[in-house]
């Protein structure tokens, strides 16, 4: 059962904006942190953003002040705003939760390609 669902990605190009949504089952309980990872081909998955149940936010060096993430509580999604795309942020963006018994839920990702 796939309890983490993304959507929005695609082909933007460079200096573009693309918004990303992560739609969670509501038979995920109590969760502490949402996060964003991504995953350029050949590298590995690497934290982009999080927001945790206190709505305290953090970004990764490469995407602060180019991206936002958010979350609608009533409708149990999380959205990931990416302004000023770059090549490099090509990837395949994961949606992440973790719940307050540490328990870790993962979404299949949005494939984002960035042109040039």
């Known amino acids: 059962q796939v309890r983490l669902v993304e959507s929005g990605g695609g082909l933007v190009q460079a200096g573009g904006s693309q918004r990303l949504s992560c739609a969670a089952s509501?038979?995920?309980?109590?969760?502490?942190?949402w996060r964003w990872y991504r995953q350029a081909p050949g590298k590995q998955r690497d934290l982009v953003a999080f927001?945790?149940?206190?709505?305290?936010?953090n970004y990764a060096d490469s995407v602060k002040g180019r991206f936002t993430i958010t979350r609608d509580n009533a409708n149990y999604r999380l959205y990931l705003q990416m302004n000023s795309l770059k090549p490099e942020d090509t990837a395949v963006y994961y949606c992440n939760v973790v719940d307050q018994w540490g328990r870790e839920e993962w979404g299949k990702g949005t494939l984002v390609t960035v042109s040039s």
């Open positions: 927001i945790n149940k206190d709505g305290g936010t």
């Open positions: 509501r038979s995920i309980f109590n969760i502490n942190v």
